[in-house]
């Protein structure tokens, strides 16, 4: 009965999660079966094209995460202002968040523009690979850089808006804006990789321009629902008259949101590194791991969404100092997710000799990705743990915790394993990335449960 009081709540509070969350789960769950579908698309070009593809979304990744951990810090503040009622705070948030955005997106945008090409080689010296199929993958890769670069700064303004709007509680307009931009997205990649419909036939360059456009639909939207709505976002009112932010919040979400931003950028970093291990087994383990990676976002939906739902139930909690509720709310979090990712690794499993029939490649590519979802599939509950675990922390403002938990354990453990079998042993790339995943999530599950029962984590930062 007492496990029973600790780790399940009420009709209510499940209620309340549902609410929160169920805008979430379909934003994601459309988003990557969209994501499914564009790189199935993709891969029916071939494998040269799903592969150059493929290496430079592992580009824009690392982009992607850096823009979310800077956006990480500020939405500590915001969602602790929010349930404070601090409206001005929350402003002065959004305009940290705009001012890195841009400056994020120009330096990543220089970036690709003079070190993508030396990148794209990490992945394409497997001793498998003929000079033929590295040339080919390697042009694929440098037509659609060309283009997805011009989606990098629209990225990042969606996320101001859509982050400071979760801050609040409001994830249905993030919802829909997602939900419009993947339909584009679809529809343009349909029409754009392969004509159709009298549109030019633009392979590769065609799934760039369709991502690029989709993007600042999504921005445009984002703002214009924001600002419409200034009734239900008081705060938006008068945030744009300057882009003055105190300097001593500024000062407070540097400090606080470095480590988030450094453990965001050099996670990402870390786990592309552990990819172009995986790919000195060839070009057929990129596509492989492609194929793999796309598919476990997917079924990962509640995965994501549930840490999400985590930083804003228990920022609030503990922005209202209400330390004992945001304990107590992690701990049914934690349960609830754990419980719902067994579910979908079941299905992820049940799965995995299906989703690689649909793209056309070789046998063996589809056998090795095969492989790969089954074992993604039986580690996918322990990621939730972990998941639930690195939000809560973040959400107290322990960030420096973080960046050891999720950043230096992925370079000083996962990346030196990965690295040593995959250059030291002729391990074939399920073994591979099964011993990996050991060291990744099911050691870290450890750690997780440890760091929560701790509670060092629960922290009021705003009355700081």
Known sequence: MQFIKKFIGTKAFYLSVIVLLVP???????????????????????????????????????????????????????????????????????????????????????????????????FLNGEANTPEETAATLAHAQNYMRIMLWGLLPFAVSNCFASVLKDTGETFIPMVASVISIAVNLVLNYLLIFGSFGFPKMGVAGAALATVIARYIEMGYLIMETLRHKKKFPFVQGAFRSLRVPLPLVRRIVITGTPLMLNESLWSMGISMISACYATRGLAAVAASNINSTAFNLFSMLLMSMGNAVAIMCGQQLGANDI?????????????????????????????????MIYNTEENVRQLAAQMLIISGAFLPLGALTNCSYFAIRSGGRTFITFLFDCAYTWVVCLPVAFLLSRFTTLSLPWLFLLVQCVDSGLKAVISVIMLKSGIWAKNVVNA
């Open 324 to 356: 004992e509720g945001a304990k107590d709310t992690v701990r049914k979090l934690t349960a609830f997710g754990v419980a719902m990712n067994v579910v979908m690794g079941l299905l992820l499993i049940s799965s995995s000799g299906v989703i690689p």
């Open 24 to 122: 979430m789960v379909i934003q994601q769950g459309i988003t990557q079966f969209v994501n499914l579908l564009d790189n199935v698309m993709v891969g029916r070009l071939g494998t040269e094209p799903m592969s150059g593809v493929a290496i430079v979304n592992q580009i824009i990744f690392i982009f992607n995460l850096t823009i979310f951990g800077g956006m990480s810090g500020a939405s500590i503040f915001g969602a602790q202002y929010y349930g404070k009622g601090d409206l001005e705070g929350l402003r002065h948030t959004l305009r940290f968040r705009l001012i890195f955005a841009f400056a994020i997106g120009v330096l990543g945008i220089l970036a690709l523009i003079f070190f993508g090409e030396s990148f794209f080689m990490l």
